[in-house]
């Protein structure tokens, strides 16, 4: 497969030199397994990379390194450079072909004019726990569905899904990562960032890029053959539990829909408004991936919108779950032509169940409490919903509450309300009601489960935010004085939940 070609590109002779190319580069000699490619070329365009005046590694993530089987040690920069950031003269890539529902003011239209216009799928490999992942790029050149586009992803744009993955990853998001960020010294214009602003090429580490608007496309074409090729393939790749027999399909659209329920549970837990929730950026894993916009949230606020072109909310923090169940119902119809849209229904009712569910469960670890079924469901609901509560009316900041629950957390709390959280500035609200609710809700755990209460807090709650301030002054050190110090001190945070 492609990539291993990328060793030779310095030296068309395979000469000696190369050779060791090859053999030290531990990126090209990842064994690439041509799985998306081999389903035919109706799926896809062969595309090039653009060439770039220059290649600096701004970033690499050793914490992914150990899933490819890889040991950080020995990886050398310049490895990641020339797998990642140098794709000149390397056979084709793929562009993904898709469509997609994207936003238009309060609501969305199909646009039939998407695909990767800035990325290709650079290559898929097999993770060490065996799962199959793609690596796929962000700024690499002009595709055929670039339309006006010139290809190209900034330098803050790069930073910004490295950071925003991290983030997520660390509160529990199943969530694509990035690998690398080059930085490629082209000036590029933008109306949402100072212009000139510096270019960048991303490498992803996903599980898929196949969307849900990919099978919106093949809809469109009506092709329901290659529909029914693609679903299988997602099947048998990414849904293993899935035994091929009976309906298996419609199961796969059962699993999907819990897939998806808890994935918007996990970002609604983490104050996490994706910003874009257009069909085109919905895996059909059910993975968060694609961080362009994105914020997370400040101070609780069901209308907290993150992009500054959503002008009406539509994809507003609180509005999350709706959209995501209306883009299942744009897939079901996708599907529509192989699948019964009566069992798809029966399929979907599941969904808002199992949200909350999940999301019940996540606030309660929020809380300190690992185990849903230690509390009965009135008195966690009561709990969660007073937490939310006081939060919206106090806009204590969402993310340094929990925080500060982690830090200040202390044994007392199982029996004196007023212990918890005694010197801690709350702001105006009904906090004394919560202290109750979260003291009689300790006082239901078991010794054991309230023995764990400390460690659940600490890992269900980092220490630091990536709210907007935060990006916003490492990317200023960046731009104003290219120091990187604050940027890798905040990954490392990040990774490390501190
Ligand atoms: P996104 O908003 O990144 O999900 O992208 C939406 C669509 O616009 C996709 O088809 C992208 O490939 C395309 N696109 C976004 N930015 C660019 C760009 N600078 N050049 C070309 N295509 C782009
Ligand atoms: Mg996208």
């Not at 923090?317 to 009566?342: D, H, M, Y």
Request: net charge negative.
């Amino acid at each position: 497969m492609y990539p291993q070609g990328n060793a030779c590109r310095l030296n068309k002779e395979l000469n000696f030199k190369c050779l060791i190319f090859i053999v030290s580069n531990p990126f090209l000699t990842l064994t690439y397994e041509p799985a998306l490619e081999s389903l035919g070329d109706d799926f896809y365009d062969r595309v090039t990379a653009a060439s770039f005046p220059q290649h600096r590694l701004r970033f690499r993530n050793d914490a992914v390194l150990p899933k490819l089987g890889l040991d950080a040690k020995n990886v050398k920069d310049e490895d990641f450079v020339e797998a990642f950031g140098l794709f000149e003269g390397v056979r084709p890539f793929l562009a993904l072909r898709y469509h997609g529902h994207q936003i238009a003011g309060y609501g969305q239209v199909y646009n039939p004019e998407l695909g990767d216009g800035r990325g290709f799928l650079y290559g898929q490999v097999r993770g060490v726990d065996g799962q199959l992942y793609d690596f796929g790029t962000k700024g690499s050149g002009q595709t055929p569905y670039s339309r006006r586009g010139d290809g190209r992803l900034t330098l803050k744009g790069g930073v910004r899904e490295v950071l925003a993955a991290e983030a997520l990853h660390s509160l529990g998001v199943k969530t694509s990562r990035c690998l690398s960020v080059v930085e490629t010294g082209e000036d590029l214009w933008r109306g949402d960032e100072p212009s000139p602003t510096r270019s960048a090429v991303m490498v992803r580490f996903s599980r898929s890029h196949i969307r849900f608007g990919t099978f919106e496309r093949l809809r469109y074409c009506q092709r329901p053959d290659l529909i029914s090729q693609l679903l299988d393939h997602v099947i048998t790749t990414y849904y293993p539990d899935i035994e091929l027999d009976g309906d298996y399909q419609l199961r796969f659209f059962q699993a999907l829909v819990g897939r998806v329920a808890k994935l918007v549970a996990q970002w609604m837990a983490a104050g996490f408004c994706h910003g874009v929730l257009n069909t085109d950026n919905m895996s059909i894993t059910g993975e968060s991936f694609d961080y362009g916009p994105f914020a997370f949230m400040p101070a609780y606020n069901p209308r907290f919108t993150a992009a500054y072109f959503d002008y009406e909310g539509f994809y507003c923090f609180g509005n999350q779950p709706a959209i995501c169940r209306s883009n299942l119902e744009k897939l079901k119809t996708a599907l529509s032509p192989i699948l019964p849209v009566a069992e798809m229904d029966t399929a979907l009712k599941i969904y808002e169940t199992a949200y909350a569910d999940h999301y019940i469960a996540l606030m309660l670890r929020r809380l300190g409490i690992a185990n849903t079924t230690a509390l009965d469901p009135t008195l966690a609901e009561q709990l969660i919903n007073q937490t939310l509560t006081c939060l919206a009316t106090s806009q204590r900041e969402y993310p340094s509450f929990f925080a500060t629950l982690r830090q200040t957390f202390n044994p007392g709390w199982r029996d004196s309300p007023d212990l918890i959280l005694e010197n801690a500035d709350l702001g105006e609200a009904d906090w004394d009601q919560w202290r109750i609710l979260y003291q009689q809700s300790l006082a239901k755990l078991s010794p054991a489960e309230f023995e764990a209460v400390e460690s659940t807090l600490q890992y269900a709650n980092p220490l630091t935010d990536l709210l907007r301030p935060r990006i916003e002054t490492v990317w200023a050190a960046i731009a104003e004085e290219d120091n990187w110090q604050p940027f890798n001190e905040l990954v490392q945070k990040l990774q490390t939940g501190n």
